[in-house]
C-alpha cells in the first residue's frame, strides 16, 4: 500500500534514485530536497513515497502565492520500482492532501519535453496543457474543485 511521510532527519538519505535515460528529465534526491528548502517559506511539502515499509520514490509541493496555485514541483519513483503504479498512487494522494488543504483551488506543474512518460501520467492525473513553455518545461494546470 503507497503512503507519504513528510522527510525529515530519519528518512532523507535513502539513495533514491532514477534510471540514467530519465537524468536529463527529472531531479534526484538532492536536487528535491535542495528545493524543498528554497521554498521553505512557501510551505513546502517533501515526502517519501512507500510501499509498505519501502521507500520507493520522493515527491515535493509548495504554495506559489504569487500565481494563487500549488506548485507540484517533483515527483520520482526510484528505476527498482518503476511500472507499478506508484507513481499515479502517490500522485493523487498528493493532490488530495492540497484538496483538504483548500488554500488553492489550481496547481500547475512542468514537465521537460520528450519526458512522454510524464506528460502520459499528468494527463491521467487530469492536467491539461496551458499552452505556456518556458524553454524546454511545458506546464500543465488542474483545477482542484
Known sequence: ??????????NWRLGLKVSEAQ???V????????RAYAYRKSRSNAFVIYNDD???GMALYYDWDEM?????????IDERYQGRGFGIEAAHQILERMERDGKFDKVVLCYIDGNEAAKNLYEKLGFNLTGERYEDEITMEKRLR
Open 68 to 76: 494563487n496555485v500549488y506548485d507540484f514541483s517533483q515527483l520520482f
Open 23 to 25: 537524468k536529463n528529465y
Open 1 to 10: 500500500m503507497i503512503r507519504l511521510e513528510e522527510i525529515d532527519p530519519e
Open 27 to 34: 531531479s534526484d534526491s538532492a536536487g528535491l530536497l535542495a
Open 54 to 56: 519501502i521507500p520507493v
